[in-house]
């Protein structure tokens, strides 16, 4: 296992300001934090996914294929954009 470097760089700072006790307590709620959103967020989207589908083959093939690449080409383009925001 890797190490998280956040993880590492609040306990080194709680440490050198005297804190640990709040470094074990900041590293824990961020821990906690992210198990979380690892574990509610995908089976939300799968159950998103599987409500939105049946809504959408209503339709007609072309419209669900359009929406299909509008919503692909958005995401990427939402991916980039913060990229390059967490970049600047």
């Not at 609040?10 to 574990?39: C, D, E, K, R, Y």
Request: glycine residues 6%; proline residues 8%.
């Amino acid at each position: 296992m890797v190490p998280c470097p956040g993880a590492a760089t609040i306990m080194i700072f709680s440490i050198a300001v005297q804190a640990p006790l709040v470094g074990i307590f900041a590293v824990l709620a961020m821990s906690l934090g992210m198990a979380a959103v690892l574990t509610f967020v995908p089976p939300a989207a799968i159950l998103l996914r599987n409500r939105i589908n049946p809504l959408i083959e209503k339709w007609s093939p072309a419209t669900g294929e359009r929406i299909h690449r509008v919503l692909s080409i958005s995401g990427a383009v939402v991916l980039i954009l913060f990229g390059l925001l967490f970049l600047i």
